[in-house]
């Protein structure tokens, strides 16, 4: 007889978030939805669940039946505006067991109503000189009895606050970059803990940031959004019996000052001099200075500030030198060992007036930085000690992308840990992980890792370092896969494709890049191109595939029809988009360094195959969000597009037109080819890439689905000989190289160890880190078979010599995992998963099995030649 432990096994819940918050304060939504993770025995069955909210009183759904736990409706009455509650969960098996009450998780709605904003822009005033930085005060008075306190703070510009000289939140950049004339998002702190009885000040240092600086290539452009910086805060004081008050930005009582920080830019740097410090600048007092009233701008619409959806840009991490080489007196080369975006913290002492000047690089060239190829961004910092004493210095209003750093003009000697580096990257929180057997190929997954890390700050970026750190459409369309896998994005890129839609031409254009601002002839102004306008229909779909979320597909379903009538207007009823400029397979190695959309795959082709993808992947957005009669029409015009594309690109032998890895790759993943065409459109890519040398002959758009279409089709062994190949151009000729990050080009660094000589080279540009999903998903073995990890597919293939692979990846339910060894013919492998899914488990030459929730062992034997078949 088995005791009721054995019968009822421990049943909790493990974690319970809102919506997609990491934080859930000031959040924008009035009914958020609510996911919660559970751990439980092997075979235990939700079979119910009751949520709690206590607003000042407890109430409860009572026992609701089901077996939802991700994303689930808000219960009872939607939030208000400042209101704060505690929301509990707890579940029920089928068998009957019960959990405890989870711990309680605060939430807080921001201001949800325009109504709810009475502060007003408020600034330096006219004339200010570019990349200035402000300082900005306001004096009040505070009662003895706030209860809680709350700053609601956003700019035009960037800014950090202040109360009574010490720092508001630990944030970045506030308040990001978006689509500005659309969205301004504001952040909300409890700075409760700041105040004290009578009198109290409030200080912002305000730059230009996005909203006013230099930003974009080929010689940028300044003053996209206005012409004037302003900081719009309101502080809001709950007194214990009930009464608020407010201190609000405006003229009245605001004064402004130019701080210490004499430029700031996102290109050139930061120049601070601590000899102007006025260390009690936010302090009650009369401060130092030449402070003058501050001035209201233009009125801000108050419907377009939204709460954030995604955590703010913080230092994550801080990174010691590992190296430090001195070059003539007062001048150091420092190596951090990691091409890392952030900037530098100085711990320095030495005469006032002493000058310390640190420049950037990602590379060396014969033993000094190499400057070239962050084109127009000097990212030199300097500051002027202010003597006396130890100092400590970091930028606050620049980031860099660097390896490397000259630290100039330093007294003395370079003592350990008098300059950090410290990483700063939009917080989201770290959901998955990879390692295998091979270190060169696991090395490759943490350079995508960092290149991604470097690349979401505040919205996803081509580059961290050079003139240009833009939201380029094409690049996350091709990672998203990958960063969904990697961290928490959804919140994040989810308030991205706001703005995506929000800047989508009323054709359907998709600009290049989101936000817009103006460049070159080539992107300005915005035209239609494939794989990056794609991101209005695919992007979508992968955070849905990835989190669980029909919410994002419902909100971007405009955005993506226009994009996809759009293009079928472009293609007419040929259905072949064979009109118009394209990027094509951007940056195939065979394109010249001059002109990187000189791919030998034919442009055209990969516009069409792009097409089809997309018009196939809005009929299944149409169906999953309950749209069916538009599910059936743009079904059908998916079936018209392949056929097309079969018509203008494929022999009738199945031989692509562009005989090329990239025109293959694509035929194959976008099941563009007749079902007798895939095995010799995959022999034939398999014989591409043996003819290569088992290099890497793709860009932008092959890169993501070379190894996927060898998988595919029967080829994993060619899919590992192309991983695994360390020659120029590859994925491990980076690694072997010293590269610490995904690169731009397959050859920024050339075999001498010269840097590229092309115009455009960086050495942080995650998009041909994709392969990374393909890490993920074959050689571990892990990914979604149904949208949210809620049915997991185990099947991994391995190869290459590999030994052994594992992953894991926090889902919406818990963790999933897989790691497997094979030795002498024998393939172990053990995978975890998360009370709430299930999993399909595809060992090879063995029949799938169905798996519940738990961890489990299986074998399977696999000869050791297995793997050349």
Same mark, same amino acid.
């Given at each position: 007889?088995?005791?009721?432990?054995?019968?009822?096994?421990?049943?909790?819940?493990?974690?319970?978030?809102?919506?997609?918050?990491?934080?859930?304060?000031?959040?924008?939504?009035?009914?958020?939805?609510?996911?919660?993770?559970?751990?439980?025995?092997?075979?235990?069955?939700?079979?119910?669940?009751?949520?709690?909210?206590?607003?000042?009183?407890?109430?409860?759904?009572?026992?609701?039946?089901?077996?939802?736990?991700?994303?689930?409706?808000?219960?009872?009455?939607?939030?208000?505006?400042?209101?704060?509650?505690?929301?509990?969960?707890?579940?029920?098996?089928?068998?009957?067991?019960?959990?405890?009450?989870?711990?309680?998780?605060?939430?807080?709605?921001?201001?949800?109503?325009?109504?709810?904003?009475?502060?007003?822009?408020?600034?330096?005033?006219?004339?200010?000189?570019?990349?200035?930085?402000?300082?900005?005060?306001?004096?009040?008075?505070?009662?003895?009895?706030?209860?809680?306190?709350?700053?609601?703070?956003?700019?035009?510009?960037?800014?950090?606050?202040?109360?009574?000289?010490?720092?508001?939140?630990?944030?970045?950049?506030?308040?990001?970059?978006?689509?500005?004339?659309?969205?301004?998002?504001?952040?909300?702190?409890?700075?409760?803990?700041?105040?004290?009885?009578?009198?109290?000040?409030?200080?912002?240092?305000?730059?230009?940031?996005?909203?006013?600086?230099?930003?974009?290539?080929?010689?940028?452009?300044?003053?996209?959004?206005?012409?004037?910086?302003?900081?719009?805060?309101?502080?809001?004081?709950?007194?214990?019996?009930?009464?608020?008050?407010?201190?609000?930005?405006?003229?009245?009582?605001?004064?402004?000052?130019?701080?210490?920080?004499?430029?700031?830019?996102?290109?050139?740097?930061?120049?601070?001099?601590?000899?102007? =410090?006025?260390?009690?600048?936010?302090?009650?007092?009369?401060?130092?200075?030449?402070?003058?009233?501050?001035?209201?701008?233009?009125?801000?619409?108050?419907?377009?500030?939204?709460?954030?959806?995604?955590?703010?840009?913080?230092?994550?991490?801080?990174?010691?030198?590992?190296?430090?080489?001195?070059?003539?007196?007062?001048?150091?080369?420092?190596?951090?060992?990691?091409?890392?975006?952030?900037?530098?913290?100085?711990?320095?002492?030495?005469?006032?007036?002493?000058?310390?000047?640190?420049?950037?690089?990602?590379?060396?060239?014969?033993?000094?930085?190499?400057?070239?190829?962050?084109?127009?961004?000097?990212?030199?910092?300097?500051?002027?000690?202010?003597?006396?004493?130890?100092?400590?210095?970091?930028?606050?209003?620049?980031?860099?992308?660097?390896?490397?750093?000259?630290?100039?003009?330093?007294?003395?000697?370079?003592?350990?840990?008098?300059?950090?580096?410290?990483?700063?990257?939009?917080?989201?929180?770290?959901?998955?992980?990879?390692?295998?057997?091979?270190?060169?190929?696991?090395?490759?997954?943490?350079?995508?890792?960092?290149?991604?890390?470097?690349?979401?700050?505040?919205?996803?970026?081509?580059?961290?370092?050079?003139?240009?750190?833009?939201?380029?459409?094409?690049?996350?369309?091709?990672?998203?896969?990958?960063?969904?896998?990697?961290?928490?994005?959804?919140?994040?890129?989810?308030?991205?494709?706001?703005?995506?839609?929000?800047?989508?031409?009323?054709?359907?254009?998709?600009?290049?890049?989101?936000?817009?601002?103006?460049?070159?002839?080539?992107?300005?102004?915005?035209?239609?191109?494939?794989?990056?306008?794609?991101?209005?229909?695919?992007?979508?779909?992968?955070?849905?595939?990835?989190?669980?979320?029909?919410?994002?597909?419902?909100?971007?379903?405009?955005?993506?029809?226009?994009?996809?009538?759009?293009?079928?207007?472009?293609?007419?009823?040929?259905?072949?988009?064979?009109?118009?400029?394209?990027?094509?397979?951007?940056?195939?190695?065979?394109?010249?360094?001059?002109?990187?959309?000189?791919?030998?795959?034919?442009?055209?082709?990969?516009?069409?195959?792009?097409?089809?993808?997309?018009?196939?992947?809005?009929?299944?957005?149409?169906?999953?969000?309950?749209?069916?009669?538009?599910?059936?029409?743009?079904?059908?015009? @998916?079936?018209?597009?392949?056929?097309?594309?079969?018509?203008?690109?494929?022999?009738?032998?199945?031989?692509?037109?562009?005989?090329?890895?990239?025109?293959?790759?694509?035929?194959?993943?976008?099941?563009?080819?007749?079902?007798?065409?895939?095995?010799?459109?995959?022999?034939?890519?398999?014989?591409?890439?043996?003819?290569?040398?088992?290099?890497?002959?793709?860009?932008?758009?092959?890169?993501?689905?070379?190894?996927?279409?060898?998988?595919?089709?029967?080829?994993?062994?060619? @899919?590992?000989?192309?991983?695994?190949?360390?020659?120029?151009?590859?994925?491990?000729?980076?690694?072997?190289?010293?590269?610490?990050?995904?690169?731009?080009?397959?050859?920024?660094?050339?075999?001498?160890?010269?840097?590229?000589?092309?115009?455009?080279?960086?050495?942080?540009?995650? @998009?041909?880190? @994709?392969?990374?999903?393909?890490?993920?998903?074959?050689?571990?073995?892990?990914?979604?078979?149904?949208?949210?990890?809620?049915?997991?597919?185990?099947?991994?293939?391995?190869?290459?010599?590999?030994?052994?692979?594992?992953?894991?990846?926090?889902?919406?339910?818990?963790?999933?995992?897989?790691?497997?060894?094979?030795? =002498?013919?024998?393939?172990?492998?053990?995978?975890?998963?998360?009370?709430?899914?299930?999993?399909?488990?595809?060992?090879?030459?063995?029949?799938?099995?169905?798996?519940?929730?738990?961890?489990?062992?299986?074998?399977?034997?696999?000869?050791?030649?297995?793997?050349?078949?």
């Amino acid at each position: 007889m088995r005791s009721r432990a054995e019968a009822e096994p421990a049943v909790r819940v493990d974690r319970l978030t809102v919506e997609h918050h990491r934080e859930p304060l000031g959040i924008g939504e009035a009914a958020p939805r609510l996911t919660w993770a559970t751990v439980a025995g092997a075979g235990w069955t939700q079979g119910g669940y009751e949520i709690a909210v206590d607003r000042g009183g407890r109430t409860t759904t009572g026992w609701v039946e089901g077996g939802e736990s991700v994303l689930v409706a808000w219960p009872g009455a939607p939030l208000r505006s400042r209101e704060r509650v505690e929301v509990s969960v707890r579940v029920r098996g089928k068998d009957g067991s019960t959990s405890d009450w989870s711990a309680p998780t605060a939430v807080e709605a921001g201001l949800l109503s325009p109504e709810d904003w009475t502060a007003v822009p408020v600034g330096p005033g006219p004339g200010t000189p570019p990349d200035g930085v402000w300082l900005l005060r306001r004096e009040f008075d505070v009662r003895g009895d706030v209860v809680a306190a709350r700053l609601y703070l956003t700019a035009h510009g960037v800014a950090e606050a202040e109360v009574n000289g010490a720092a508001v939140g630990e944030d970045v950049l506030a308040p990001g970059w978006t689509s500005y004339v659309h969205r301004l998002q504001y952040a909300t702190h409890d700075v409760t803990a700041l105040l004290r009885p009578g009198a109290n000040v409030l200080g912002i240092r305000l730059a230009d940031g996005w909203y006013r600086g230099l930003v974009g290539f080929d010689g940028g452009t300044r003053e996209v959004y206005g012409d004037r910086v302003a900081v719009l805060c309101q502080l809001e004081l709950h007194h214990a019996d009930g009464t608020t008050a407010v201190v609000a930005s405006g003229p009245d009582g605001w004064s402004a000052a130019p701080a210490p920080t004499s430029s700031a830019s996102f290109y050139a740097g930061e120049r601070h001099d601590a000899r102007s =410090d006025d260390r009690s600048w936010s302090t009650p007092g009369t401060p130092t200075g030449s402070w003058r009233p501050a001035r209201d701008v233009s009125p801000r619409d108050p419907g377009t500030l939204v709460a954030p959806e995604g955590p703010p840009v913080r230092c994550t991490q801080e990174v010691e030198p590992v190296s430090v080489t001195p070059l003539e007196p007062g001048t150091f080369l420092l190596d951090f060992g990691q091409n890392l975006v952030g900037r530098l913290r100085l711990r320095v002492q030495g005469p006032r007036g002493t000058l310390v000047r640190l420049r950037h690089a990602e590379v060396l060239q014969d033993g000094r930085l190499c400057t070239r190829p962050l084109r127009g961004a000097p990212s030199v910092d300097e500051y002027v000690l202010a003597g006396g004493g130890p100092e400590q210095w970091e930028p606050r209003f620049t980031l860099h992308g660097f390896r490397y750093a000259e630290v100039s003009g330093w007294p003395g000697g370079l003592a350990p840990g008098a300059v950090t580096a410290r990483v700063q990257h939009t917080d989201m929180e770290r959901t998955g992980w990879f390692e295998c057997s091979d270190p060169l190929v696991t090395r490759l997954h943490e350079n995508v890792v960092w290149s991604m890390r470097g690349n979401f700050v505040h919205l996803p970026t081509d580059c961290p370092q050079r003139d240009e750190r833009l939201g380029w459409t094409g690049d996350i369309q091709v990672f998203a896969p990958t960063a969904a896998f990697l961290y928490d994005c959804t919140g994040m890129l989810r308030s991205w494709l706001r703005d995506l839609a929000a800047e989508q031409l009323p054709d359907g254009t998709v600009p290049w890049y989101v936000p817009y601002v103006p460049g070159g002839p080539i992107w300005s102004p915005p035209r239609p191109g494939a794989v990056w306008g794609d991101a209005a229909v695919l992007t979508p779909w992968d955070l849905f595939e990835r989190a669980g979320d029909r919410q994002v597909l419902v909100d971007q379903y405009d955005s993506a029809c226009a994009w996809v009538d759009l293009v079928t207007r472009l293609a007419g009823p040929g259905r072949v988009w064979d009109q118009g400029f394209q990027l094509g397979d951007w940056l195939d190695p065979a394109a010249p360094p001059e002109d990187p959309t000189a791919s030998v795959t034919d442009p055209h082709l990969v516009a069409t195959a792009y097409f089809a993808r997309s018009t196939d992947h809005l009929a299944r957005t149409a169906e999953a969000i309950g749209r069916p009669e538009d599910a059936a029409r743009y079904g059908a015009l @998916a079936a018209e597009v392949r056929a097309a594309f079969r018509s203008r690109y494929v022999t009738a032998e199945g031989r692509m037109t562009s005989d090329t890895q990239t025109a293959h790759a694509l035929a194959i993943c976008f099941d563009l080819l007749l079902p007798e065409h895939r095995e010799p459109a995959g022999t034939r890519l398999a014989h591409l890439v043996r003819s290569s040398g088992n290099r890497i002959a793709t860009g932008f758009a092959g890169t993501p689905l070379v190894t996927e279409a060898l998988t595919r089709t029967g080829q994993v062994p060619t @899919a590992y000989d192309l991983l695994l190949c360390a020659e120029l151009p590859s994925w491990l000729y980076t690694v072997r190289q010293g590269g610490t990050t995904i690169w731009e080009r397959w050859d920024s660094l050339l075999p001498d160890g010269s840097v590229n000589p092309g115009d455009m080279t960086s050495f942080n540009h995650y @998009a041909l880190g @994709a392969v990374a999903d393909w890490l993920h998903r074959t050689v571990a073995g892990l990914a979604p078979a149904e949208p949210g990890y809620r049915r997991v597919l185990f099947q991994p293939q391995p190869g290459g010599g590999l030994t052994w692979a594992r992953a894991r990846h926090r889902s919406p339910y818990g963790e999933v995992a897989i790691e497997w060894h094979w030795t =002498d013919g024998r393939l172990d492998v053990e995978v975890e998963v998360p009370t709430g899914a299930t999993g399909t488990v595809q060992l090879p030459l063995q029949a799938p099995r169905e798996i519940g929730p738990g961890r489990h062992r299986l074998t399977a034997d696999v000869p050791p030649d297995w793997a050349d078949r």
